[in-house]
């Protein structure tokens, strides 16, 4: 655990992946939070079950959050109450992730995206930095200019994430 954590009432963490294959096996992976991170409550962080699941510094998760085996969640990101990230996802930095939203096992949040409430990230989906999804299946809407303009990310820089997006999901 980092620095100034705080962790609310019924929180669930470093229980066993649900993971069938790997469930009750000893694993010797766990759960790291970061400097900074808000649990409000209720919220479920479960252990990995090939690497650490990973609450990135100053992140945000509300009420009855659930991140499964293997998620890791970059720096400053916000996961509202009721999402659903399943296992082994990757959410970048300062991600926006709207109430009650569902993220496919193993999907790929860009950095300074917002996923809108209820929104379903499908298996197929791709989420790019500085977007903005929404719906069911999720769809993009626009660019997410406000979150880019609040962290002073500007066009070369979006560019830049998008394009190591892309390389790192063409591996």
């Known amino acids: 655990l980092g620095d100034n954590i705080y962790i609310g009432p019924n929180c669930t963490i470093g229980f066993p992946a649900e993971y069938k ?14 400097d900074n991170v808000v649990l409000t409550g209720n919220v479920t962080v479960d252990a990995g079950s090939r690497r650490d699941t990973v609450i990135g510094e100053s ?4 009420k009855a959050a659930y991140v499964a085996h293997d ?5 400053q990101s916000i996961i509202s109450a009721h999402v659903c990230l399943g296992g082994h996802v990757a959410v970048g930095d300062f991600v926006n992730i709207g109430m009650g939203a569902i993220v ?7 950095s300074y995206s917002m996923i809108g409430m209820g929104t379903v990230i499908t298996k197929k989906a791709k989420v790019l930095p500085g977007r903005i999804y929404a719906g069911n299946p999720s769809k993009e809407i626009g660019v997410n200019q406000i979150g880019l303009d609040r ?16 390389n790192d999901n063409a591996n």
């Open 21 to 34: 294959a790997e469930f009750g096996k000893d694993t010797n992976y766990t759960v790291k939070i970061e």
């Open 59 to 62: 992140s945000f998760l509300m």
């Open 71 to 75: 998620v890791i969640i970059g720096k």
């Open 104 to 110: 496919h096992p193993r999907q790929k949040i860009g």
């Open 151 to 166: 962290n002073k990310v500007d066009g070369s820089k979006l560019e830049q994430l998008t394009n190591e997006f892309e």
